[in-house]
DNA sequence: CACCTGTATAGACGAACGTCAATATACTTC
DNA sequence: GAAGTATATTGACGTTCGTCTATACAGGTG
């Protein structure tokens, strides 16, 4: 059977089930399209490696060239890089060319996204 | 080679280039360790369905049995249990066992630790 | 212009993840 | 204790992710 064909027959079959076993159905909090979008944010800072280039843009308060992050790592440097397109399209960093140099420095909204998420939810 | 010897070749390297190219290395706000403990508690979050129920526990204002939270997505159940237990080990909900069934509630500490991540790098 | 340096992209590969069907476990009821 | 219901676990499969090497691009410098 095809997916989709599977999933109508779950709903439908829940449908059929007319009793309930607790609490009645309430609507939720976070509709799939935010959902979606948080979890493309909270994607971005599911990994070690780039919370430490975050804690480390914090730490320096002022905005870092590619090679200096590169230095904190043990790891090559198309891997800094792709890190930082990650959270550069999370909304994360911000990137800056100066000469023969880009410059990374926090994206205060998206750390404010975050903070929003706990809060609505709470 | 083997990788742990590519990664002392990779600081040798760098310790030998004795000019840095613009600001001096600061401390990072993130150790390794925090950084893992956080990137555990955000790969819980980086997934659209595990927000969801979290969305509908929030709504709820109350615990929800896992056949509640079951009947607003359109997975099996298998699925929705795997990824309640995610949520359960990253500390984001906690599950109580009722007679036959078992009824999950978001925990405010989960919650309150993604705040302070998002506060701590401001 | 040719060359060098800093950063980004492409493609490959193994590990981790989301999903499922099948099965096991926990609890209740007859 | 046998049967039924709610939830958890197992094992498999396709997809996504993190990492690498190799290469391209961009901006300086001779």
Known sequence: ???VGRVVNRLAERA?????CCTPPAPSRLGPEAAACCAHL?????DETRLQILGLLAAARE?????DIEANFALSQPTISHHLKVLREAGLVRAERRGLWVYYSLDR???AAVVEFGSALD
Do not use: D, I
């Open 1 to 3: 059977m095809s997916k």
């Open 16 to 20: 059929a089930r007319a009793v309930r």
């Open 42 to 46: 909270f994607r971005a800072l599911a």
């Open 63 to 67: 905005a870092l060239c590619v090679c």
């Open 109 to 111: 909204q998206g750390l």
